[in-house]
């Protein structure tokens, strides 16, 4: 199967006909062949995307909205056809494809479709000068998204969405690691009946293709989801073009346990903030640090609880962890596990390849508890990105304030406590964008997401999402 382009609403082979094979992780077969395209497919997107863009800026807030919804209804009934495709691609449980990621990508469009409705701009009466200053948010013109492998259409769209809404055209492209919803995603865009060239969709490698997309003089914006030193790269590459940017990425979110917590609500949450999606969730909680009272109840309840989670094929409704998402991604994970052994930390439960039967090239690896005795050892500092955690006690809590934020990521914390004075002082000192208490990826749409510090600039989410995709200008009439 040949996924294709998706420019002016047509389907259309790279200009230079590359290709890249396509994997399937829980087999490791490859099953398809994705476009790496080049420069010219980039320029051909932008060509489509700027014809577009007067028509679409001018098209009324409801039009718009009527169409997203549209878009929202479509992948709604598609979700078994999505999932499948998701869960091929990537890996990842077929049922977890069809709980959360087929679920948001529609609620991504349905959000932003009733946000745009109400998205208001301020004005200004400058009392005693007989004037009046309103602010326009106006489109940027054509915008870049560029998102990641792990939760593929989940992310594309959290992005599409809001640049659509606010009346921009855009050029997208998914992860050349997990192509399939998106190219899906360009089907249902066509039937909804988004007018031509509003979305592009060009497929492929991040140094060719993504880099084409940000170098490209004319893309206003880019809005990026993926890894820090890839981030690091696009800022240093848009930032002479002054484009305004979005990044979202990387974490190593400390998960913080009191004794005075509730226990079990807790456990239960802390194997999945763990392992699900294999641990290949920006917001997993891979450092769990655990107040020294309550640590060794925790540590066997934990490795009973983790040693239960099935390792299976993705379709199998039994798996709790499918695959991982490639082989180089399986062997980077496993060299972090020999990382923690030649540092002292103690593989409590896991640590090896998992052979599925009759899958047995699939990339499967048993989820991973590592004790370690310093918050300061590279499995405890570094993004692993897999089913790895590291646990560890603490008895003081500026002890564990220090450690929590002494990393170089700060996207999200989790809490657990029952005491509101330490959820306050707490809550204020973490360095992160988002800190949970008593749960974990309870989202709502309207919040402010990203991160700080090396986990990146600007938020998505709500009205910071139209915010970023819009320009604001100011208007001043003295009458
Ligand atoms: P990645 O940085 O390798 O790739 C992300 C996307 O960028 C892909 O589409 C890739 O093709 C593209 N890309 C790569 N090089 C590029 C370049 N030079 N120019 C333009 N585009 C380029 O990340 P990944 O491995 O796909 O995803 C995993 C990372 O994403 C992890 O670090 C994870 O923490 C992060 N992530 C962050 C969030 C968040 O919201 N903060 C969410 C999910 C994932």
Redesign the pocket.
Known sequence: MHIQNFINGNFQNPLSNDWIPNYNPSSGDVYGQIPNSSKEDVDAAYEAANLAFNRWSQTTLEERSRILLKISELIESNLDRLAKAESKDNGKPLWLAKAIDIPRASSNFRFFANAITQFASESHESIGQNAINYTLRQPLGVVGC??????PLY?FTWKIAPAIAAGNCVIA?????TPMTAYLLAEICNEAGLPKGVLNIVHG???T???A??EHSEIKAIS????????V??AR?AAPMFKKLSL????KNPNIIFADCDYEDMLTTTVRSSFANQGQ???CGSRIFIEASLYEKFKIDFIARVTQLKVGHPSDTETKVGALVSKQHLEKVMSYIDIAKEEGGIVLTGGNKVKVKGYENGYYLEPTIIEVTTDECRVNQE?I?GPVVTIMPFTLEDQVLDMANKVKYG?SATLWTNDLKRTMRLSHKLQAGIVWVNTWLMRDLRTP???VKN??VGREGGFEALRFFTEPKNVCIKY
């Open positions: 560029i998102s990641p492998w792990n939760l992310l492209k998914p992860s050349e690691v490698l991040g140094t293709t993504g880099q997309i940000v990026f989801t993926g890894g820090t030193s890839t981030g790269h696009i590459t979202e990425l990387g974490g969730i920006c917001l993004e990105f996207l997401f990203g991160g986990s990146g």
